[in-house]
């Protein structure tokens, strides 16, 4: 049964003139250079009697508050260097600070709390960017989601560049299908994978022009005053003019034409020790706690020949022991942290847990099995899920353990937390941090298996253990397969994962599955205009990354310090109505795996690899569902698809021998499709 799916860094040398400067962070003064300290001051020109001077700042309306670059929306341009602060404490040098006037307080004038941003030191690697014109462009010869590589092309009317790297991005470009204000119609860059972790990146635009017809957009007075080396009256706009002459320098050096730029603005990406850094110290701390064999568990009841069909000998279930780091083990819970700022061990919490015992391992068809570790769909529970027929069938044929608990944070008890979540945004930080306990929860959940739990005699048979320690997979589907990323990257003992499909970027995916319809109103009931939805869902990836697969996909392969490499195998969905394919996409260009020959899809940027194939792959099987709306709409069919693929002969096939042997062989005579 299907689940629904919800949500000191060192400048670039810039140009004065013909003369290179050094710069600081924006709202530092550059340093004098030895040059102009040598250079004697020219005599004033004679000019009549009256000396030449410079000429007087030119008046702008500036904020206290708002990014003035685009005047009609407050926090627009997204991402900007405009809410970043230098901070020689952190890793980037810079801290993230929005001030609550700047926030979209919604219906019910609600001012957020904005504390949980200013523990990170830039902007969210898997961060949308976005702005908006007075109308809404005309994006012929833009870089569309079917032609990626185009943004990467000299002429690119977007540009997306690393500025510490002088490399230019890929994205797609498309106009917000949700608008209902032509004059707030937000302009989407869609990353195709992350940001590199503590880079500073400048976006450019340029050559649009409105897609009624007429003249191309003017650039704001602000803007144009940065562009064109005009001083303003406004300290707040000056204090950015360092860091944007950083900026117009490297994009001149990247043959971008700055003069006849429309927009342009740049921010800086998070380090990752600003966005792992709770959670990779409560696990660090829990390690510890849990030894190598776990705590402790507790059997509380136990069906033989559970779901009568020869499948399963038995339903065990009870609690396991788990370090806890929150104010509380029921949601809403926050982390709590010590005097130093780290999380702050609270308590040893009894979490439920269920296994699955296959009839194979008990009749000695096989001898011992591995134990598989399963994530259940979003706001579902972990018994409900190993508990299906589907996922028995998965564990009768692999002759394996499956254990699974509900996943805090995005578990059906939390559904409440997530509804006022939507309706008032400062409360999204009890669903982060309660996620972040929650990976901690299956972490221990593997090790405790692996060790104390095993020797249980409810998981034996006449006096012979049925779990193989030395073999622990990790499988999950839809939010199983999205979090089961984060899960593989951290887990000391799982380095190989089935992720059935999975996404990554939240904030993205929700807006195009069919899943997202039943949540939108209570969003909407809290913040009725569009253009503050748009600004918000963004704003939450960066409290998602700590626990989102944005902020560990991309460190699988290699491994995080002390943790890895995995290996991982992702299965998607042709025409995915509730994870969108766009979605699973982006997540596994993050990984940096290839595309198996038999997928029915090769997205732009994916080596294709023959099958057999050893090693991390990306396959995508056709089951028959019907095309999904362009651009960020729910679809407005289910046809099956999403549920249906991990059962199909050919994605257990697939499964079946990659877990054993490493090779990824799909068994298709051509694309994987009905035909």
């Known amino acids: 049964m299907r689940q629904p799916l919800l949500p000191t860094v060192a400048l670039l040398v810039a140009c004065a003139g013909s003369k290179p400067i050094e710069t600081g962070p924006a709202g530092t003064t550059p340093p004098q250079t030895d040059t102009e300290a040598d250079t004697e001051t ?63 307080t919604g219906l019910f004038k609600i001012v957020p ?18 702005t908006v014109f007075a109308a809404p462009p005309d994006l012929t010869g833009a870089a569309l989601v079917d032609d990626i590589g185009r943004s990467l092309e000299p002429d690119s009317p977007t540009v997306v560049l690393d500025l510490d790297t002088g490399e230019r991005v890929p994205h797609w470009v498309e106009l917000d299908a949700r608008a209902d204000d ?37 650039p704001s007075e602000v803007f144009a005053a940065l562009r064109d080396g005009v001083t303003t009256d406004a300290e707040v706009v000056e204090a950015r003019r360092p860091g944007f002459d950083v900026m117009f320098a490297a994009f001149a050096d990247a043959g971008v034409d700055v003069g006849a730029l429309q927009q342009a603005w740049w921010f800086h990406t998070a380090s990752g020790a600003s966005i792992r850094h709770d959670i990779l110290a409560m696990r660090a701390d829990a390690l510890v706690r849990l030894g190598p064999d776990g705590i402790g568990c507790t059997v509380t009841s136990v069906e033989e020949g559970y779901g009568g069909d020869g499948l399963t000998a038995r339903r065990v279930r009870g609690t396991f022991t788990v370090p806890n780091y929150t104010d509380s083990v029921a949601p809403p819970s926050r982390i709590v942290h010590d005097a130093s700022g780290l999380p702050a061990h609270q308590r040893d919490a009894e979490v439920a847990f269920t296994a699955i015992v296959p009839q194979a391992l008990v009749d000695g068809t096989v001898e011992v099995g591995p134990l598989v570790t399963f994530g ?18 998965g564990a009768q044929d692999a002759g394996a353990v499956f254990v699974a608990t509900d996943w805090a944070g995005m578990a059906s008890e939390d559904i409440p937390t997530i509804a006022t979540a939507l309706a008032d945004v400062s409360n999204f930080v009890a669903v982060t941090d309660r996620l972040q306990q929650g990976m901690i929860n299956q972490i221990a959940l593997t090790r405790t298996f692996l060790g104390v739990c095993r020797a249980l005699p409810e998981l034996s048979e006449g006096g012979r253990a049925l779990i193989d320690p030395s073999r622990a997979y990790y499988v999950g589907g839809s939010q199983g397969g999205i979090y089961g990323a984060t899960l593989l990257a951290l887990s000391p003992d799982i380095e190989q994962g089935v992720l059935y499909v999975n996404g990554a970027v939240f904030p993205f995916m929700m807006e195009r599955s069919i899943d997202y319809a039943p949540y939108l109103p209570l969003f909407q009931a809290g913040y009725p205009a569009r253009i503050d939805q748009a600004v918000l869902l963004p704003m939450a990836q960066h409290l998602w990354d700590s626990s989102d697969p944005t902020g560990y996909l991309q460190h699988l392969t290699a491994g995080l310090d002390g943790i890895g490499p995995k290996r991982v195998l992702s299965i998607a969905a042709h025409n995915d109505a509730q994870v969108p394919n ?19 899809r090769t997205p732009w940027g ?63 005579d051509g694309p994987c499709d009905p035909d």
């Open 42 to 104: 020219e005599p004033p020109v004679e000019t009549g009697g009256d000396s030449e001077t410079e000429p007087a700042p030119i008046h702008v309306e500036a904020s206290a508050h708002c990014d003035d670059l685009v005047p009609s929306t407050c926090l627009l341009p997204f991402p900007s260097d405009r809410y970043l602060e230098p901070d020689a404490t952190t890793v980037t040098g810079w801290r993230l600070v929005y001030p609550p006037e700047a926030f979209p």
């Open 113 to 130: 709390d904005l504390t949980p941003f200013s523990r990170l030191d830039g902007h969210s690697p898997a961060t949308q960017i976005m």
């Open 182 to 218: 032509p004059e707030r119609t937000v302009l989407y860059l869609r990353l195709a994978s992350v940001l590199a972790e503590g880079h500073r990146y400048g976006v450019a635009i340029r050559g649009l022009q409105p897609a009624g017809g007429g003249d191309a957009y003017a």
């Open 376 to 393: 259940h769909g979003l706001l579902g529970t972990g018994e409900g899920s190993v508990s299906g027929s589907q996922v028995r069938q």
């Open 582 to 600: 766009l979605s699973s996409d982006q997540a596994m260009r993050m990984v940096g795996v290839p595309v198996i020959e038999g997928s029915t």
């Open 606 to 668: 994916f080596p294709v690899e023959a099958s057999p194939y050893t090693g991390s792959g990306y396959v995508t099987i056709d089951v028959g569902d019907p095309p999904v709306p362009d651009g960020n709409l729910s679809p407005t069919v289910e046809a099956g698809g999403h549920s249906a693929v991990p059962s199909t002969a050919t994605a257990v096939s697939i499964v079946q021998r990659w877990l054993r042997d490493g090779v990824i062989e799909v068994p298709c």
